[in-house]
């Protein structure tokens, strides 16, 4: 095992919906070293399981700059319980090669979710890592970060995604 390939957008897997962990199991801890290592490839800031093809609510993250191990978060079921304020920042997403727009997002949330070790965490997240949080549980939803654009930025992008599609068929 090892490094996972991401799918990329216009694969229909990246638009269900995730299922909850029901056991977190030694296939499960293997899959989840795979996504950390898949991550820091890209590299990237998070990931989602259903990224690399697993309907699963599984996301990894580190929103440190040098990966530190020490900012390294993995979540199991996670759940944004509290939101508030509102920020504009550029987002990208490994399945949406070469674009980068700015999202609007909240400015901190409370996400509640269980650790590899099945300890129940609550983590607060402020600034980047509340992007993250976000990005990533939207991922489990099948939803992508195009999809908060308006109306207006969409049309506007639609030529590129479009051909984004073609690219992945
Ligand atoms: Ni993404």
């Given at each position: 095992?090892?490094?996972?390939?991401?799918?990329?957008?216009?694969?229909?897997?990246?638009?269900?919906?995730?299922?909850?962990?029901q056991?977190?199991?030694?296939?499960?801890?293997?899959?989840?070293?795979?996504?950390i290592?898949?991550?820091?490839a890209?590299?990237?800031?998070?990931?989602?399981?259903?990224?690399?093809?697993?309907l699963?609510?599984v996301?990894?993250?580190?929103?440190?700059?040098?990966q530190?191990?020490?900012?390294?978060?993995?979540?199991?079921?996670?759940?944004?319980?509290?939101a508030?304020?509102e920020?504009?920042?550029?987002?990208?997403?490994l399945?949406?090669?070469?674009l980068?727009?700015p999202v609007?997002?909240?400015?901190?949330?409370?996400v509640?979710?269980?650790d590899?070790?099945?300890?129940?965490?609550?983590v607060?997240?402020?600034?980047?890592?509340?992007?993250?949080?976000?990005?990533?549980?939207?991922?489990l939803?099948?939803?992508?970060f195009v999809?908060?654009?308006?109306?207006?930025?969409?049309?506007?992008?639609?030529?590129?995604?479009k051909?984004?599609?073609?690219?992945?068929?």
């Amino acid at each position: 095992m090892g490094k996972l390939p991401v799918l990329l957008y216009g694969s229909p897997i990246l638009r269900q919906k995730s299922l909850p962990v029901q056991t977190i199991d030694g296939g499960l801890q293997t899959f989840i070293d795979d996504m950390i290592e898949t991550m820091y490839a890209a590299p990237g800031v998070g990931l989602a399981a259903p990224q690399v093809g697993r309907l699963s609510r599984v996301i990894v993250l580190n929103p440190s700059e040098k990966q530190d191990p020490e900012s390294l978060m993995v979540l199991i079921n996670p759940e944004i319980v509290q939101a508030e304020g509102e920020i504009m920042a550029e987002e990208g997403c490994l399945c949406i090669p070469d674009l980068r727009e700015p999202v609007t997002r909240y400015e901190r949330v409370l996400v509640k979710g269980y650790d590899r070790n099945e300890r129940e965490v609550e983590v607060e997240g402020k600034g980047l890592l509340a992007r993250i949080f976000q990005h990533e549980v939207d991922h489990l939803e099948g939803l992508l970060f195009v999809d908060r654009l308006s109306t207006a930025k969409r049309d506007i992008l639609r030529k590129r995604l479009k051909k984004l599609l073609t690219e992945s068929r």
